[in-house]
């Protein structure tokens, strides 16, 4: 039976959420705060780009989506480490032919919803916010521009309207509901790397770029005209932190002392540096998903700091299995949506916490030669055992394995590499068939 569907929220999570529920027959009405980003442009300045990979491509996939998609998207083979000197290494992120994908989030926005809105019976508002919902009812109450409020009655309410989500703030006001939202101590700014005078990309065009320095760090990630997405993140206070760089002054010296090599490719970086907000990164857990007839879905569910990649992963896959979930129960929708937030919460918890430490790796210990030959080690050890063993950083980026099952196995193979790392001389052993044995005897043992 047809239903009456309103999205709150026409970002990616939301315009996809939309294909699917439409392709299932279903009448769709998408309302978003801000204007329509194909008329008004995308407003950069705050902006992380995409890590397009194996879960959002199969999500996309599922409506029909990735090949359009892939003409904006270009593949990261591996990190591109920046150390200090200068120097650089690559480091692979997965097996031959494996990357990620760069894609620009306002491009992305900007085919999803217009994508979306070729699809039957899907209907976009725009410049309207949400101002209340009646759980009882099913009435949305939206307030446009012109302060006029207009109210919706729908049969089923979604909530994809992101980590500051109005729905899961009307859901705070509901019996048991749980939420715990964690702002980091560090922030981001966004910069810009231009393309050369050429048009071409001024540093490697295939990988996900990284200085790391300890307690802060920059990445670089590529654009389709040459440019690369510069973020710089760093603690808000204390040391090489936000607080010091309030000159322009400050501001050349901070980069030429820790991103010397990156400065010479950035003619704008003190007006993108003044010019940019300092954004601030925030986990959001909360639960239940569903009150009613309403339910949370992405963001609005289970925001995640950038640092794996994965918020937009999770978030198309969230919409892909609630349409297998959808098909499992024949579209008993209670049954369902309760179906959705039982299966779904372990995971969204599990990618906020290696998002977290994720972080840790990116900013401390990518840099490290102890830790690089640990990745080493991992990586070797997947490849003489393929069925039996994979890196925690493939389980989660290019693996069907859920989010929560990828952390446990990550945490049970990190004891096995700590116990390696600690083999004496295994900086010149790390290959032996010593080292090999010791990674049998716990695969025999553990899996």
């Known amino acids: 039976m047809q239903k009456n569907i309103t999205i709150v929220g026409a970002g990616l999570v939301g315009s996809m959420l939309a294909c699917y529920l439409s392709k299932r027959g279903h009448k769709v009405s998408v309302y978003e705060r801000r204007p329509d980003m194909r008329l008004a442009g995308y407003v950069g300045g705050r902006s992380i780009n995409l890590a397009l990979s194996h879960r959002g491509w199969k999500a996309l996939k599922g409506i029909g989506l990735e090949e359009i998609v892939s003409t ?21 992120y997965g097996k031959e032919g494996q990357a990620i994908y760069s894609v620009s989030r306002g491009e992305l926005n900007r085919i999803m919803v217009e994508e979306a809105d070729k699809f039957k019976d899907v209907d976009f508002h725009f410049d309207q916010r949400c101002d209340s919902i009646n759980f009882n009812t099913n009435e949305v109450v939206f307030e446009g521009v012109d302060m006029q409020q207009r109210t919706v009655k729908a049969d089923i309410v979604f909530g994809a309207d992101g980590a500051y989500s109005e729905v899961r703030y009307e859901m705070q006001r509901t019996p048991n509901f749980n939420l715990s939202q964690q702002h980091e101590q560090y922030g981001y700014k966004e910069l810009q790397i231009p393309a050369t ?42 040391e090489n932190s936000f607080e010091h760089l309030n000159t322009a002054d400050e501001v050349k010296a901070y980069f030429n002392t820790h991103f010397a090599d990156a400065v010479r490719l950035m003619p704008d970086l003190v007006n993108d540096f003044f010019d940019n907000p300092t954004s601030s990164l925030v986990t959001v857990k909360c639960y239940p998903w569903k009150y009613k007839s309403t339910c949370l879905i992405g963001d609005a569910a289970h925001a995640i700091v950038p640092f794996y990649g994965q918020g937009m992963n999770a978030g198309f896959e969230d919409v ?18 309760d179906m959705f937030q ?24 990518s840099g490290r030669e102890d830790f690089q030959l640990r990745t080493k080690i991992e990586k070797k050890i997947a490849q003489h055992y393929p069925d039996k063993f994979n890196t925690h950083y493939s389980m989660v980026t290019f693996s069907d394995l859920s989010y929560n099952e990828a952390k446990q196995r990550g945490e049970k193979q990190g004891k096995l590499l700590d116990s390696i790392m600690a083999i004496e001389g295994i900086e010149t052993k790390w290959d032996s068939p010593e080292v090999m044995q010791v990674a049998a005897d716990w695969i025999a043992a553990n899996v």
């Open 342 to 365: 039982q299966q779904r919460k372990p995971n969204g918890d599990a990618i906020a916490d290696l998002a977290l430490h994720n972080f840790v790796e990116m900013r401390d210990l």
């Open 320 to 337: 892909k299995e609630l349409n297998e979930i959808l098909d499992a129960t024949n579209e008993s929708w209670d049954e369902a949506l």
């Open 197 to 238: 005078a050429d048009g071409k990309h001024a540093i490697e065009k295939h990988a996900l770029h990284i200085w790391p320095r300890g307690s802060f760090m920059m990445i670089a990630l590529p654009n389709l005209d040459g440019s690369f997405t510069v973020t710089l993140f760093a603690a808000f206070k204390g």
């Open 72 to 92: 904006i998207a270009i593949p990261m083979t591996g990190r591109m480490i920046h150390d200090l000197d200068g120097t650089t290494h690559h480091v692979p």
